[in-house]
């Protein structure tokens, strides 16, 4: 764990050692060269130090956990780890307050010297004596730290300990519940006719039975195959190990080629596993497989001899997973609420004939077996647990209140502990951050891709990686996080992109523990009693009680995240502004804040700013101090107008400044954006810009924008299209284009090619044509387009001919759009097409679907189709179907829908006021 708080150090330290703060603090101790040259060089010395101890650190293994010497040892590192990052965000604050030069400090002795003289003296002299402390602590971990030469006791290690788990888990085969289906499914793989070596993959997250599944199911089935083998693996697995287990079992009982290993090199062990494969119908199973080079390293002597042979491999990692063959991935998932019951009272109630659960006892157990959230391990062992507990109402509710602390705590879940740790254990250290980000929310609480990703750069937790922006890159680490089974997808968008997850409550409940521990961060409810420690660093207040103050040192916190609505601003923002001075990410949204204070511009470390929803009618001018803000966001606020100075701060990401006019949107201007009247070319890191009201001025500088991807523009006139269409061409990255007419009378004409865009919104009249002959709907130029929104567009030919072109699209909206009285569908239109969307078509009084059109169609949604008395013909033939709704539909509609035979019971409707 101390290895993240080093690792966001040497980061820091990197930032400062850059050549931009380098000749930043040049010109700014222009006279003072000498001091700043050794501080650079102790801060270059102090850096090489902690790389080491970070390297050493992730070469520790599990064995020194809770050992009170070297847990003590790494209290020491982190704290000389943070003072240090203190230091580092005082450099880079003193470096950027190019404002203060000339200001004087007066000594007694009647000297006087400029206080950011006094101030890099305190740094040089500070950093010196971290350079000791560092020094001291390397002497002591040799004296004090047992340090094995070389890999081999570590590893062995490791390895025992994940195959004591292992050897646990599939004694559990007995208590398998809910999975028979998948049972059976295995069971069929296992007896297929392919004669050739199948492949089968047991997929999910650590606890959730794969395991005990295919240990049962390897007990039952062994005796059909002429030979098998079960072989616990680890990340740390020895081959040579590996595979002289796998001899030892293949022949168990039996004399043959492989009785006498042990003496035998790797290669010739390989060879005599070769040898001996070939002949015989064998079935192997390797648990609990960690990394692809594992499974291809091991794969290399199963032959496939055509007599029927089968490996099993269990892995919690998707990307292993994949390499099993396409439809030979058996997924593991959490246990229904019902199958979950039965397994509890099964462990529970062990010694009553039918497993009953005491009246009495009902409504607590139910409680408990719904914080397991279908782990069956947790069940299991949950169960056990009570088991050897009294069947009182009051011991009962003593486990439910404190089973967050018995699992962290009691030996008996001590398996549930190691099984889940493992699985952080062996995260990089980059994912480890990010995981336990994750766990400072709440219980199910659903995260979005997009925000998390902007937090999680604020944070400074993604590191550059080649020519992917650090977007791009914190998706990826999510995507890893989902493949490894730490985090839950819980939703994708309609073109397959993650879009919302969360994460096991059993796993968040271990990772706050080491988030305490590690002083990570801090996760604030309501039955905290008291004033949190002075070294927090991070805080998520997910609600805060009446008049309680929470926050007794501000001076340390970088983070600080409010889910809870009503907490008064008025008693936490002022002195979080002036006290909090290396603020790295405040998040606010939703509060009724009115005012920020103008010190704000003194939080100069300051990356995040979100005020989304907040009452704030205007920002201070001071804002333009902020030159490391990444992201602003001011969505949903009261502000009409930013600062001139806003275009100062040019290392701005992500720009979210929208206010919403109507709230139903159904007028034709439902929302406005903000006027950005001189200067938009400065902000040319700028990657998101909702929303821009379109001016001459802004019009002209808007392809200098040329990093962006997402753009929003509103109060667009026919007469910028052109200039705006020049614009658009130069923003090559572009993915999301949102524009809005000033008026329904002004013409949408965008006359350019973006081949990367996915995402398409036009609200205003289209010219005559404009779907045939815009670029924005060609082949060639449409290739990628996945969402369309089409709003107030004026149609009167079907656009649907022109649009069944753009054959990627899995969403379409039609708004206001078209004033015909008649659309089809087509056979082979629209073949992933997974959304449609019809609102507010007066005229439209026939929708007809033929065979084979829109086969994807998983939702279709009619609103105010006031023309229309029938069931849309041909309605039948979308199979794929799970969601149709009609709102605001005439009674006519109404008695057709009740009619309909071929969607009985599977519509929503609203009726017509």
């Known amino acids: 764990m101390a290895e993240i708080v080093i690792l966001l150090a040497i980061e820091k330290i990197g930032i400062a050692l850059t050549n931009g703060a380098a000749n930043q603090a040049s010109a700014l101790f222009v006279m003072y060269g000498r001091q700043l040259l050794e501080l650079q060089r102790s801060m270059d010395r102090v850096v090489r130090e902690l790389r080491v101890m970070h390297d050493f650190l992730c070469q520790m293994d599990i064995r020194n956990r809770n050992k009170q010497v070297y847990e003590s040892w790494l209290e020491e590192v982190r704290k000389v780890a943070h003072l240090m990052e203190d230091m580092v965000d005082g450099y880079l604050y003193l470096v950027g307050q190019e404002h203060d030069i000339g200001c004087c400090f007066y000594l007694n002795t009647g000297f006087k010297k400029p206080r950011y003289l006094l101030s890099l003296n305190r740094i040089v002299f500070n950093v010196k004596e971290i350079e000791k402390d560092l020094s001291h602590l390397s002497e002591t971990k040799n004296r004090w730290i047992p340090v094995n030469d070389g890999d081999t006791s570590n590893s062995n290690y490791i390895v025992k300990m994940s195959q004591d788990l292992a050897t646990i888990s599939r004694s559990l085969d007995e208590d398998l519940v809910g999975v028979e289906k998948k049972r059976e499914i295995l069971e069929q793989w296992l007896a297929g006719d392919d004669l050739q070596c199948s492949v089968i993959a047991l997929l999910g997250m650590g606890g959730l039975g794969k395991t005990a599944l295919a240990a049962n199911v390897y007990k039952n089935e062994r005796e059909k195959f002429e030979c098998h083998a079960w072989v616990s693996i680890s990340q740390t697995y020895s081959k040579e190990d590996v595979f002289q287990k796998i001899g030892k079992e293949l022949s168990r009982g039996k004399a043959s080629v492989l009785s006498n290993t042990m003496d035998m090199d790797i290669t010739c062990l390989e060879e005599k596993l070769k040898e001996f494969l070939e002949q015989k119908k064998y079935l192997i199973i390797l648990d609990d497989i960690w990394t692809p080079e594992t499974l291809a390293d091991l794969s290399r002597v199963l032959i496939h001899s055509g007599k029927g042979s089968r490996l099993i491999f269990t892995t919690r990692e998707h990307h292993v997973a994949t390499l099993a063959p396409r439809g030979h991935i058996l997924t593991l998932e959490a246990l229904a609420e019902d199958k979950a019951w039965d397994l509890f009272c099964k462990k529970a109630f062990p010694w009553d004939t039918n497993h009953e659960c005491p009246a009495e006892l009902k409504p607590l157990s139910k409680k408990i077996v719904s914080r397991c959230k279908g782990l069956p391990l947790v069940i299991v062992l949950v169960g056990s647990l009570l088991r050897a507990r009294e069947n009182t109402v009051g011991e009962w509710r003593r486990i439910n209140d404190q089973l967050s602390w018995e699992l962290i705590n009691t030996q008996s879940l001590g398996h549930v502990r190691n099984v889940l740790h493992l699985s952080f254990i062996y995260l990089p ?193 001071s804002v333009e101090k902020l030159l490391n803000m990444l992201t602003l966001d001011l ?12 275009v100062k701060l040019k290392k701005l990401r992500h720009l979210f400044a929208e206010k919403t006019v109507d709230p139903n949107g159904r007028e034709f201007k439902w929302r406005s954006g903000v006027c950005i009247n001189s200067g938009l070319g400065n902000l040319t890191n700028l990657q998101t810009l909702q929303a821009l009201e379109a001016q001459d001025e802004s019009v002209r500088h808007l392809g200098e924008l040329r990093q962006l991807r997402s753009l929003r523009v509103w109060n667009v006139k026919g007469i910028y299209c052109g200039r705006i269409s020049d614009s658009l061409v130069h923003m090559q990255y572009l993915s999301y284009l949102d524009v809005n007419a000033s008026s329904q009378d002004e013409v949408l004409l965008l006359d350019v090619c973006l081949p990367n865009l996915q995402k398409l919104t036009l609200r205003g009249r289209l010219a005559e044509g404009a779907l045939d002959e815009s670029p924005l709907f060609q082949d060639v130029g449409g290739q990628n387009l996945h969402r369309l929104s089409l709003s107030w567009s004026q149609l009167r030919e079907d656009p649907l001919p022109s649009l069944s072109r753009l054959s990627n699209l899995t969403q379409v909206q039609l708004v206001r759009a078209y004033n015909g009285e008649q659309l089809t569908f087509l056979m082979g239109w629209f073949p992933k097409l997974k959304l449609l969307y019809l609102c507010d078509l007066p005229n439209l009084n026939r929708l007809e679907v033929e065979e084979g059109a829109m086969v994807s169609l998983e939702s279709l949604i009619l609103v105010n189709l006031s023309s229309m008395t029938e069931v849309p013909r041909g309605i039948n033939f979308l199979t794929s179907l799970r969601y149709l709704t009609f709102r605001e539909i005439t009674n006519d509609f109404f008695t057709s829908l009740r009619q309909c035979s071929a969607i009985r019971g599977k519509w929503r409707y609203t009726l017509r006021d």
Do not use: W
């Open 635 to 646: 969505c949903r606020t009261d502000i009409h107008e930013l600062p001139t100075g806003i």
């Open 429 to 621: 250290t980059h994912l480890k951050s990010c995981f336990l980000y994750c766990s400072l929310f709440p219980e199910d609480y659903l995260f979005k891709r997009k925000k998390l990703v902007r937090l999680l750069i604020a944070e400074g937790f993604i590191e550059e990686r080649g020519e992917s922006t650090l977007e791009e890159v914190a998706e990826g680490y999510l995507k890893e996080l989902i493949d490894r089974s730490m985090l839950q997808l819980v939703e994708k968008n309609t073109f397959g992109r993650i879009k919302g997850f969360r994460m096991h409550d059993i796993l968040r409940e271990l990772a706050v523990d080491l988030c305490k521990k590690n002083c990570f961060g801090v996760a604030y409810e309501d039955k905290c009693e008291r004033s949190l420690e002075s070294d927090v660093r991070r805080l998520v207040l997910h609600k805060l009680k009446d008049n309680h103050q929470p926050i007794s040192s501000m001076y340390q916190l970088r983070t600080l995240i409010t889910l809870d609505k009503s907490i008064p601003s008025s008693t936490l923002l002022p002195p979080l502004c002036e006290k909090s001075r290396y603020m790295t990410v405040l998040e606010l949204s939703g509060l009724a804040i009115e005012k920020i204070p103008d010190a704000i511009g003194d939080l100069f470390n300051l990356r995040h700013l979100g005020l989304r929803g907040s009452k704030v009618k205007m920002l201070p001018r």
